[in-house]
Every structure is written in structure tokens, then in C-alpha cells.
């Protein structure tokens, strides 16, 4: 299975999918997500679920930050911004509802919440995975929520990287 993403070229996440873009929900976090599509995926794909993770938060926060959990999406391509606009699939909560996040709504949690990275250029890591069933999760489902129901159901996965300078 192949990844890519227009939003990323030559390991550098374009300044459009984080803080120095120009759409931020009201609390001031990004909000364009990233575009990306998924080649060559085993034929007997159901579904495909999304992690987007920046583990170069760990010092900062403690933790891993999620920025994007999706679920269910049953085609091969994610436009630019669509996290804000599909309706075809289902969105977990990210960490901007966490304490460092300035604990914020879980409405407005449950889409894509991009790039800040407060010390210095972070490596973001797109998890795809190709899944053999459609996940039985509700909107705003957890990242361990997540796991558990795709345990045993992943055909396959691919993972995209970028840099995003602070």
C-alpha cells in the first residue's frame, strides 16, 4: 500500500496545515487538514482509519499528541480541508482537549487539529490503515477506542512523514 499527500513535499509539511496557515477554529487552532491518498491497497478493503500523531511531543507534553483520528472512510483519497467538511466518515477526538490543549470542547476536538509545534520543527507521522470491516465506533471515539476495535482487522498499513518548523 502507498501513501502520499500533496501537503507534503520533500518531507516538509506545507505552512498551510498548521500555525501559519490562515483557518483556526475559535480557539485559535488549525483547522485546514491535510489531503492524501492511498494506492495499491489489498483488494478485500472494507475501510480505512487514520492516526495522525506528533511523538516529538512526548518532552513537551508528556505524551504522544493527536492531531487527527478518522475511521471508516471508504475511498482512497482525502481532499485538503475535508475534515471540516466530509460526512462519509467518522472523526475521533485529538489532544487539544487535554489540559496542555487548553482543554477545549470535545466538539471541537473531533476534527483535525494541526501543527504548533512549540520548541522546534516536529516529525508528524499519517498512519494509514486498511482495514477488513467497517469499525464499530461512535463520532469522537479515542485513540485506544481505535486500536481495540482495529485489532485484528488490519490487512495492512503505510505511514507518511513530515516536518513542521515551530
Known sequence: MKLTSTGIVNG????QYGMRGEN?????????????????APSDTMSFA???????????????WIHWLAANITRSEIKENESQTAEDFLQGTNS???TQGREQEKEVCCYY????????PHVYELHIFALDKMLDLKQGFFLNELYREMDG???EQATLKGIYES
Not at 483556526?24 to 495499491?40: C, E, H, M, R, Y
Not at 487514520?50 to 504522544?64: I, M, R
Open 24 to 40: 483556526f477554529n475559535a480557539n485559535g487552532v488549525p483547522t485546514f487538514s491535510l489531503p492524501f491518498k492511498i494506492d495499491k
Open 113 to 120: 487539529g494541526g501543527m504548533t509545534p512549540p520548541d522546534r
Open 50 to 64: 487514520l492516526v495522525l500523531e506528533d511523538k516529538d511531543a512526548y518532552p513537551v507534553t508528556g505524551f504522544t
Open 153 to 155: 482487522h488490519i490487512l
Open 96 to 98: 487539544w482537549i487535554s
Open 12 to 15: 516538509v509539511i506545507k505552512d
